[in-house]
């Protein structure tokens, strides 16, 4: 997993560069500045010395000594302890070192650390007493200058408030930075042209190291001040697939670099000492990227997820990624939830919801005998109130599940010691037990226990990691009883993450830790409240005056752990899974064709191929789409065509125009065989009526024509509006019609046997009221949910059995086009005057993918994955909804392309256009 991976690199680097030393060594927030090579000279009795090769590391809280011979043990001296520094000899410097040359330097101090002895990682060993150790350098020359940054160093280090030291630091640094530059010597090519330079500081787990970024034309590169771990890190911009804004300490400051679509471990973290700083270098490299989404939404991922095109495992990386997690920050590491709750069993039975644990809860709130003196304390607590004490997620809870693959992190973070034998990361059951039953523990599970890489649950590096108090050595992570090995618990626990149960209710918890029960009433009415400190936005670091203030605000914060960016404001929506795919469709006798264009009759004379498909041919045919061409064309109006309907055998064309015409063209003789006239207004829309009998068409002249094709005459108006009627739909004897009078209204159709007369009568069943003019609507495929688009750009989705409404989402900032459901009527797509094409979930009525053309999108039809839009620039769009991207562009009508008509075989399709045309297209494969 991700934080393998990491450490992989790292290990990598080090056996490069033969060291043992590694930033891991220094304290939290301390910075290496500088490497001599040196000699430490050791006294054997009176006269007698022994002189030990390595490296000498100046650092910003501790001086470090790497000896050559992996036996020696590092040798570490805070500078906080040092009782005085200064050159070999002056001052009375003991006389044990005789023999050492001018170029020794002298420290006295009263505690010294050993680590990594014969190059084990254990422990740190601590010597306590007056001591004098004297390192002599390979270049003299150096020595003054060394003690001189030594003697201000430790000034830093001894001052009594924290936030002068960390000042006092700072300003070392940022001086080391101004008298240095970036080397340009380093670049690949030396017609890299320079774009711009800037200081900041690289951050890996617990560690940053600071530097110098530069970008050119071609490559982006950091120098760490230091050299450390190597001279300069350089990241090619073409190989580049993502980055992301981050913060880092709780402010805006944090860039992350990555070369992988999926991996969550990235190539570069930087953070930059000015926002203006990072978010220049952001945008030279968004713009450089030529299909790069900078920043994807959280929707658009959900979309994926919802149908089927993201693991669970993939859709939470994605989430945790987009929410400021990151591998590189141990704060801030992703967080996944515990979906097992069975670790007793000798089997996992995946098919029995109480192996699972209840997501809709916080790990705080599964227990309900805690939960209720919890709350007993929380209802005493004075504001501001915090249910739980400890975070789900925290560099402490990280390192306890990865101690094994980060001995040297868990020794960095907790001072040179491991935890308590009987407190380490011992058993899966133990711990899932003490998370449900522990006064403090309301941790969740990390990636790794999802991943494929099994290191972190074995000892493999043969750690002594102490004695329980049972007497038993802590090794290897015991596993439950349904795991026959560490393999297997993986394998396992993916199974139950991909798992039907998880998969219907992972949104539960999405909605917890990134969504609406985050924070606010929501939290409190599920039991989700923390720590005001952990969420963001929690305190404002650059309000606070005192320094010593802010250091111990922010180090608590960053130890205790944050709440992740929230991502949604409204409950997430459901996963589709098998069990909920099948919904009611109708047959083609009540199907309207010009609404639903994926629900036709299977006649069609134009491609006899295709009448038997099977749902896979019209998803291969979908996955065509791109390859559509023109078959032909034909003038047929005066002015924009505004709607196309198709007989059921595909032999006749029927349009209506804003040149008050509906005209019937035939597809077999290639010619126009009817023009007729109802009014001296344009017609909107128009749809065939079941059997091929008559066709309906749409006028602003405020009514609904009724046309008998046998008879070649009027069968009836329809007065049922006060304005014009912009769109018609028909389902199962009932006419819905929008209206720019502000309303959608049902009607019901009497049989003419009941009225004794050949015209069509309604009753009027409905009336759906909106706020402004009703521009489209259409019917999901089963008619039981309708979806209306408005002039100020609202889409309101209404549930037809009770004509109330179930959501209404301002969506565009304009006309709405076009609207229609996908297939499976759990999404509402919408097009607007404003050139966006949204996606909307129909259960939640959140808005979860939001795509921006250079011309507003007029017409369109889609599978529930792929778009075929109609321009105002008259080509037709084929958009990858999933990958959220344009795919195709194809040229068409010379104006708007105005209706889009798609027969059920995906086969042919017929556009009409603001340029009077008709025109039929043919899918190629």
């Keep these: 997993m991700a934080f393998i991976r990491k450490k992989q690199r790292e290990q990598q680097l080090q056996l490069c560069s033969r060291e043992r030393f590694s930033l891991l ?32 590391k100046i650092c910003s809280k501790s001086v470090i000594f790497e000896p050559d011979e992996n ?12 009782l005085k520094i200064g050159k070999h000899g002056e001052n009375g410097a003991s006389r044990h070192f005789a023999k050492a040359k001018s170029g020794g330097i002298s420290l006295l101090f009263s505690q010294v650390f050993f680590i990594k002895e014969h190059n084990i990682v254990a422990p740190y060993k601590i010597e306590r007493g007056r001591m004098e150790y004297v390192f002599e350098l390979d270049v003299p020359g150096k020595v003054e200058d060394v003690v001189e940054t030594l003697l201000q160093l430790h000034r830093a280090s001894c001052l009594d408030k924290l936030g002068d030291q960390t000042a006092m630091i700072t300003a070392i640094l940022q001086s080391r930075l101004a008298r240095t530059s970036f080397d340009k010597n380093r670049f690949q ?13 690289m951050v890996t787990p617990l560690v940053t190291n600071p530097g110098h970024v530069c970008i050119t034309d071609t490559t982006l590169y950091f120098q760490p001040l230091n050299g450390y771990p190597k001279p300069v890190v350089q990241i090619t911009l073409q190989d580049i697939c993502r980055i992301y804004k981050r913060r880092h300490g709780l402010m805006p400051l944090g860039l992350e670099v990555f070369c992988t679509e999926n991996d969550l471990c990235s190539d570069i973290y930087l953070k930059f000492y000015d926002p203006q700083d990072r978010d220049e270098l952001y945008f030279y490299i968004a713009t450089y990227l030529e299909h790069h989404v900078a920043e994807r939404t959280a929707e658009r991922y959900t979309l994926q997820w919802q149908r089927g095109h993201l693991s669970n495992y993939q859709y939470l990386l994605h989430l945790n990624n987009l929410a400021d997690r990151s591998c590189n920050d141990l704060s801030q590491y992703p967080v996944f939830p515990w979906v097992i709750s069975d670790y007793c069993s000798s089997e996992l039975d995946l098919s029995n919801p109480g192996t699972f644990r209840d997501l809709g809860k916080p790990v705080g709130a599964l227990n309900k005998e805690r ?43 907790q001072n040179g010691r491991f935890d308590n034998a009987d407190r380490m990361f011992n058993s899966i059951a133990e711990t899932w037990k003490n998370c449900l039953d522990g006064a403090t523990d309301f941790k969740e599970l990390i990636p790794e226990f999802y991943g494929d890489d099994v290191s972190f649950l074995v000892n493999s590096l043969k750690l002594d990691l102490g004695k329980r108090q049972g007497g038993q050595m802590v090794d290897d992570v015991e596993l439950p009883p349904w795991a026959r090995s560490p393999e297997d618990f993986l394998q396992k626990s993916k199974e139950a993450l991909e798992s039907n149960y998880v998969s219907e209710h992972l949104h539960e918890w ?11 009433s929501e939290a409190v009415g599920a039991h989700n409240v923390f720590h005001p400190l952990t969420y963001e936005g929690g305190v404002d670091l650059n309000r606070i005056e005192d320094p010593d203030e802010k250091v111990a605000m922010l180090t608590q914060i960053l130890e205790f752990g944050q709440t992740p960016k929230q991502l949604f404001v409204t409950p997430h929506p459901q996963r589709i899974t098998e069990k909920f795919k099948s919904l009611p469709q109708t047959s083609c006798d009540n199907v309207s064709i010009s609404d639903s264009p994926g629900k036709f009759c299977k006649e069609n004379k134009w491609e006899e191929s295709f009448e038997d498909l099977t749902e896979e041919s019209k ?105 014009a009627v912009s769109k018609i739909c028909w389902h199962d004897n009932r006419l819905y019609s929008a209206s720019w009078d502000s ?112 011309k507003p999108q007029r017409c369109f039809i889609w599978d529930g994955n792929t778009v075929l839009s109609g321009s105002q620039s008259g080509e037709l769009l084929v958009w990858d909804l999933l990958g959220g991207k344009l795919c195709e562009r194809i040229q068409g009508h010379k104006g708007a392309v105005t209706c889009i008509w798609m027969n059920e075989q995906c086969s042919s399709i017929i556009t009409g256009g603001e340029d009077r045309k008709i025109m039929f297209w043919k899918l190629q494969y």
């Design 619 to 723: 998803k291969l045919a979908w996955n065509n789409i791109a390859k559509l061409q023109l078959h032909e064309q034909h003038k047929l109006h005066k002015k924009a065509v505004t709607g196309i309907a198709v007989s059921c055998n595909g032999s006749s064309v029927f349009t209506t125009s804003q040149d008050y015409t509906l005209k019937m063209f035939s597809t077999e003789s290639k010619m126009l065989q009817r023009s007729i006239s109802f009014s001296d207004l344009a017609l909107s829309s128009c749809l065939l009526l079941p059997g091929d009998a008559t066709v309906i068409s749409s006028s602003w002249d405020n009514n609904v024509y009724f046309y008998s094709i046998a008879f070649g005459r009027s069968q009836g108006t329809l007065m049922g509006h006060q304005d």
């Design 371 to 413: 939960l209720e003196r919890l709350l007993a304390r929380y209802q005493e607590m004075p504001e501001p109130k915090f249910m739980y004490g400890s975070h789900y997620s925290s560099p402490g809870y990280v390192l306890f599940y990865l101690v094994r693959i980060a001995p040297e992190h868990m020794l960095c973070l």
């Design 25 to 56: 060594l220094l304290n939290l927030e301390e910075y290496y500045f500088e490497q001599h090579t040196a000699h430490h000279i050791q006294p054997k009795g009176t006269h007698k010395e022994r002189r030990v090769r390595g490296s000498l």
């Design 71 to 82: 036996s020696q043990p590092i040798i570490k001296i805070p500078l906080r302890d040092c």
């Design 510 to 520: 999405i909605d917890l830790v990134f969504g609406y029960k985050q924070k606010g």
């Design 189 to 201: 090519n030396v017609s890299e042209k320079l774009h711009m330079e800037c200081k900041a500081e």
């Design 743 to 854: 309303t959608v209204k049902v009607w019901s159709s009497v049989p003419a046997e009941m009225t004794g007369t050949k015209r069509h009568q309604f009753d009027l069943l409905a009336e759906l009221e909106h706020d402004v003019s009703v521009d489209t609507i259409s019917l999901n495929a089963a008619s039981t949910l309708l979806v209306s688009g408005t002039k100020e750009g609202t889409v309101t989705i209404w549930d037809l059995t009770t004509a109330t409404i179930l959501h209404q989402i301002p969506c565009h900032s304009g006309t709405v086009y076009d609207t229609a459901f996908s297939p499976d009527s759990r999404h509402v797509l919408s097009t607007g005057e404003d050139s966006c094409v949204n996606v909307i979930d129909v259960q939640t009525g959140m808005l979860i993918s939001s795509m921006t053309s250079d």
